[in-house]
């Protein structure tokens, strides 16, 4: 249990472009321990997404250039396998379910075919071996009618239907980590409900780590067990979930919780965090959210501050972060 | 925002009866039977002057059908919709036009409702520019100050829309909807295609101008978070019907129709010292061709009844302002008991 399933090291990943360099992500550590679900917060361009997508090797360089210490799966450096060999990887050891299920899935290929395609890949199983283990995998998500619906293309399916799908494609051969990149974002309500559903007890039966990557932080509080909290392309909180929502000691992490519309609020004037993310290209000094912050002082345009270690585990990117008092 | 109760029962300013919208769905061959996608059925509301009317629903619900029967840019199959007591679609083209000027909308997705070819002054000043009439030094003016009114600087004024972020847009698309100083705003789920640190900022927005120039909202959702929050009336709507209609606090202090409640415990709180029960609908949405004969939301409901698959609901007031479709609620007649029409069935899993 002490050994991380998935250890990160100084994720670095930079954009060269036209105008500049944009850097997405700025030297990222992230730890996933076995059968835990941890959830990378935060805005549209913070470099969730790049992250993600660089823990599974699927950037390609050009355009991006980047830069890791350390990638380790359940032990094994995946840092220096070749292409070949992260191949044999993905799908089997970690696999990603993606946010549009509708470009994630081939349109001319039935779903059932794409998911025996996973089996036929990292499996010795025959092909009708392998549709038999789709139909089970199917109907593992909620698929009803499964051996049926393993014939349909992806767009004869709804939304929540090609989601299920997809996330039955990445369990398939029961990997040891699960990257989800906002996987109910584009789902309704009531389905979001549904799918999020069939997510936790496929990862909690299975004890499969899941990384979940998010901006939605009710789907956080429901999902995760550890929360990372990230704004452009670093990490400002670390905390597990009850302590972050609680307590929120980075002043970031405070906006986005009161700015959230609870059930339980009377009418009245929505909290809100100042200005907009800033643009990847043109950062401001110091600590990057410092022209939004309301506890914003001397050191804070000037230099950035370092992740500090807190009690717990925590750890606050911050010069002034709250204290255990609530100041709401 | 609390709007006094004696201007909750003055006038409606806008007026919908019995409206219903369908789409009629190409035919499979020449001979094959002509079908309809039903997206609003027999819809009734008034939405009174000055308040903020939510309209909660999942997508292809109609609300966006709803929405544009409203202002008049669909024509409702039946039933009529009234603005300031005139009824919408029998008004002279010229006065069509000026009711038009007087009810604007605010759309979802701010990167496609801004021509990208067009400068935020394009953008704000086409409507001036088409209902027409005013000088360039005056719609340069007007333009400015509506550009300060919604938190852009004067710099911004020759700058397409592609430099700016998806919240300083629908300021944009704000300011464009409230430039020909409007009565009446239709705002389609304005904040759902923007970062969460921006919801608020919008939200306050929309909230000070609404405050400022005494406007009326339709305000359509499906975050019934935010509903509760600025909302006086509201509207559940599920596949074109209505499932529950009335005052917002009394909705949700006393949530009746099982779909308002399972939308309402599909809200994930971020509250995590509390956990509540959850209400899991089972299936997804079916398809608004050839709708469910009885309640429409039957097949997904945990707790449908014999009769409610043939059965129609029909709206009945439980309280003053707060009206549900349900045969929960409304009962059987005790023929239909005595058939057996009130035993619950085990909702069919799947769609």
């Known amino acids: 249990m002490t050994d991380p399933m998935l250890e990160v090291r100084n994720l670095k990943v930079a954009f060269p472009c036209a105008g500049g360099v944009i850097r997405a992500v700025e030297g990222i550590d992230l730890i996933t321990k076995k059968a835990e679900c941890v959830a990378l917060v935060g805005e549209s361009g913070c470099g969730k997404s790049v992250t993600a997508l660089s823990i599974m090797k699927l950037l390609r360089t050009p355009p991006s250039v980047s830069r890791i210490d350390k990638l380790q799966l359940d032990g094994r450096d995946l840092a220096r396998l070749t292409d070949r060999e992260m191949e044999r990887v993905r799908g089997r050891d970690m696999a990603m379910i993606f946010q549009d299920a509708m470009t994630a899935l081939n349109p001319v290929m039935t779903v059932g075919k794409q998911i025996d395609e996973v089996y036929r890949r990292h499996t010795r199983l025959s092909r009708k071996d392998a549709r038999q283990q789709t139909v089970s995998a199917l109907e593992l998500v909620g698929v009803p009618e499964a051996s049926s619906r393993a014939n349909s293309y992806p767009h004869e399916l709804s939304g929540g239907m090609r989601q299920r799908v997809l996330i039955a494609l990445a369990f398939a051969c029961m990997p040891k980590l699960i990257i989800a990149d906002e996987p109910t974002t584009s789902l309704d309500v009531t389905i979001q409900a549904q799918v999020l559903d069939v997510l936790k007890s496929m990862q909690q039966d299975h004890d499969v780590s899941a990384l979940l990557i998010t901006h939605d932080l009710s789907v956080v509080v429901n999902m995760a067990d550890t929360v990372y909290v990230m704004y452009s392309g670093k990490i400002v909180e670390t905390a597990a979930v009850q302590g972050l929502f609680l307590e929120p000691r980075h002043p970031y992490t405070q906006g986005l919780l009161a700015s959230v519309p609870r059930l339980s609020d009377d009418k009245q004037a929505f909290v809100q965090i100042p200005d907009t993310v800033p643009h990847p290209m043109r950062k401001p000094s110091g600590c990057y959210f410092h022209p939004r912050c309301s506890r914003s002082s001397i050191p804070c345009p000037q230099r950035m501050p370092r992740l500090e270690p807190l009690e717990n585990g925590r750890q606050v990117r911050c010069w002034h972060p709250l204290h255990q008092e609530r100041e709401m | ?351």
């Open chain 2, 1 to 351: 925002m609390i709007v006094s109760s004696d201007s909750r029962h003055s006038d409606p300013l806008l007026e919908m009866e019995s409206v219903s919208v369908n789409f009629p769905v190409k035919r499979p061959h020449p001979f094959g039977r002509r079908r309809w996608i039903q997206a609003v059925t027999d819809v009734t509301l008034q939405v009174s002057e000055g308040e903020t009317y939510g309209i909660v629903g999942e997508s292809g619900c109609g609300k966006s059908t709803l929405a544009n029967a409203m202002i008049g840019m669909v024509r409702p199959t039946e039933g009529t919709v009234r603005f300031r007591g005139d009824d919408l679609f029998s008004l002279k083209p010229k006065a069509f036009k000026d009711a038009r000027h007087d009810m604007q909308m605010i759309f979802q997705d701010p990167f496609s409702s801004l021509n990208p070819r067009f400068t935020v002054y394009d953008i704000i000043k086409e409507p001036l520019y088409i209902r027409g009439g005013a000088s360039e030094a005056a719609m340069t003016e007007k333009v400015l100050e509506l550009l300060r009114l919604v938190g852009l600087d004067e710099e911004d004024l020759h700058r397409y829309p592609s430099d700016f972020s998806g919240g300083q847009r629908q300021r944009i698309g704000i300011a464009r909807a409230i430039v020909l100083n409007p009565r009446f705003l239709v705002c389609d789920e304005p904040v759902s295609g923007l970062d969460v640190s921006v919801h608020a900022q919008i939200l306050n927005l929309l909230m000070e101008i609404q405050k400022s120039r005494n406007l009326t909202y339709v305000f359509i959702s499906h975050n019934l978070a935010v509903v509760k929050n600025i909302c006086q009336d509201m509207l559940v709507m599920y596949l074109g019907k209505t499932m529950e209609i009335g005052v917002s606090n009394a909705i949700f202090a006393n949530p009746l129709h099982p779909y308002t409640k399972a939308l309402l415990s599909a809200v994930l709180d971020i509250d995590v010292r509390e956990s509540h029960d959850r209400i899991l609908l089972k299936g997804d949405t079916p398809s608004p061709i050839d709708p469910p004969r009885g309640c429409r939301f039957w097949q997904r409901c945990p707790f449908a009844m014999i009769g409610c698959e043939t059965i129609p609901a029909e709206l009945v007031e439980v309280e003053r302002d707060h009206q549900v479709a349900c045969h929960l609620v409304s009962g059987f007649s005790s023929e239909q008991r005595a058939a057996g029409l009130d035993r619950l069935v085990s909702p069919p899993s799947g769609g």
